[in-house]
């Protein structure tokens, strides 16, 4: 069984930061990458930013890109998202993803979700 528990999330008003983390943890024998998305209330789950295991290449959504920055501790099998310059617009669940190798096959694996929430 493979567990991804996010911490981080919180209220913070338009233009202040946060920094989510997602540990990963469990019955797995490689990553190869972690990513977050986020669901606003009434919109689909979206893609946020992502960033590969071994080469630390990152892809970030148009929406995030030059605000957010995505990082990774290779040895805490830990991905982290700074948010800068945060927006109402950014208000959201945010959900930790990670594509890994458990025994006999390769998946996915989704966090429970950390609250985000941009207001005055």
């Known amino acids: 069984q493979v567990q991804l528990v996010e911490s981080g999330g919180g209220l913070v008003q338009p233009g202040g930061s946060l920094r989510l983390s997602c540990a990963a943890s469990?019955?797995?024998?490689?990553?190869?990458?972690m990513a977050w998305f986020r669901q606003a209330p009434g919109k689909e789950r979206e893609f946020v930013a992502a960033?590969?295991?071994?080469?630390?290449?990152?892809n970030y959504a148009d929406s995030v890109k030059g605000r957010f920055t995505i990082s990774r501790d290779n040895a805490k099998n830990t991905v982290y998202l700074q948010m800068n310059s945060l927006k109402p617009e950014d208000t959201a669940v945010y959900y930790c993803?990670?594509?890994?190798?458990?025994?006999?096959?390769?998946?996915?694996?989704w966090g429970q979700g950390t609250q985000v929430t941009v207001s005055s």
């Open positions: 993803n990670a594509d890994l190798q458990r025994v006999g096959k390769r998946g996915d694996a």
């Open positions: 469990g019955s797995f024998f490689r990553l190869y990458t």
């Open positions: 960033i590969t295991w071994s080469g630390g290449n990152t």
